[in-house]
């Protein structure tokens, strides 16, 4: 098995010889096709997580490269952000905890980076979708995102999470149960002089 995982602890485990070998030729195919212009914002970890490699590439990236878990692309987005905005995918809970989990070189302060359009992760994730897993690692990470509007359209991740096509009944209730204070917003009792920006 070219990557593993081990299921029992959910740590991820570094690759093998033959997954190191693809790595060094997924580097290489990835730099030759970077553009000059794209080349100084290169970072090797957000392009795994854009092509929707698996969780232990993703980590094996962390660890050669640590410090790209919070580098910001030309698009302002770090790679928690390209994960959450992403289509939802099977391994999208892995990819995201592995960017998080700072034992393995990822780093829990990207929950807090915004994009350019001012969006968190979180804001993201309930977007595309993301189930309950991906909504409550994103959470634990950073707690305050949880009650914290999106700039880009003023809504609360629960009711991002809660409109579309895509919507997640279990992430929408517990990101509620994470923050059940921001329904006073929506009650006959709350006045405008009580909100908080």
């Not at 070219?2 to 485990?13: A, F, M, N, W």
């Not at 060094?24 to 490699?53: C, P, Y």
């Amino acid at each position: 098995d070219t990557y593993q995982h081990d299921e029992q602890d959910g740590r991820l485990l570094p690759l093998t010889a033959e997954g190191e070998r693809q790595w060094e030729s997924l580097v290489v195919l990835i730099t030759n096709g970077a553009t000059a212009e794209s080349k100084e914002r290169f970072s090797m970890v957000h392009k795994v997580v854009e092509l929707g490699l698996p969780p232990p590439v993703v980590a094996h990236g962390l660890r050669t490269n640590p410090t790209h878990a919070i580098v910001r692309d030309a698009l302002g987005r770090t790679p928690l952000m390209i994960a959450a905005s992403s289509i939802r995918r099977s391994n999208s809970a892995g990819v995201v905890h592995a960017l998080l989990n700072e034992s393995g070189h990822g780093n829990a302060k990207a929950a807090r980076i915004t994009d350019k359009e001012g969006r968190l992760p979180i804001d993201a994730a309930g977007e595309m979708g993301h189930d309950e897993r991906v909504c409550e690692l994103l959470a634990k990470a950073e707690p305050r995102a949880v009650d914290t509007r999106d700039l880009r359209d003023r809504m609360f991740p629960f009711m991002t999470a809660a409109i579309g096509e895509r919507s997640d009944l279990t992430a929408v209730y517990r990101l509620l149960r994470r923050t059940p204070h921001v329904m006073v917003y929506f009650t006959e009792g709350w006045k405008k002089s009580d909100s908080v920006s």
